[in-house]
C-alpha cells in the first residue's frame, strides 16, 4: 500500500493503482465539487486520510478530509466548508 520512501515530502504516498471502493467514489466527488464551490480559487489542494484512503473501508465510514487554502478561510468560508 505504501511506496518505501514518501516522494520528497513527509506524507507517505498510497498506491494510486488500486481505485476507491465503488462507495465511496461519488461522496468523494461530491465534497470536492462542494468544496470547490464554496472556496473556489482559495482551495489549493485536499488530502483523504483514513481507511477510504487505504483502500480498507467497511459499508460506513467518516470522510476524513485536511484542506490546504491559499490564504485563511474567512469565518463565513469556514462555516460554509464544515457543513
Do not use: W
Not at 464551490?37 to 486520510?49: A, E, P, Q, R, T
Not at 490564504?71 to 468560508?77: F, I, P, S, T
Request: hydrophobic content about 40%; cysteine-free; glycine content about 8%.
Amino acid at each position: 500500500m505504501y511506496q518505501n520512501k514518501p516522494r520528497g515530502g513527509l506524507l507517505p504516498e498510497l498506491d494510486n493503482e488500486q481505485p476507491f471502493q465503488p462507495t465511496f467514489v461519488e461522496p468523494i466527488a461530491t465534497a470536492l465539487r462542494q468544496l470547490k464551490g464554496v472556496v473556489g480559487d482559495v482551495l489549493h489542494s485536499v488530502y483523504l486520510s483514513g481507511v477510504i484512503a487505504h483502500r480498507k473501508a467497511g459499508e460506513v465510514e467518516d470522510l476524513p478530509l485536511t484542506l490546504v487554502t491559499t490564504r485563511a478561510l474567512a469565518v463565513q468560508e469556514f462555516s460554509a466548508s464544515i457543513r
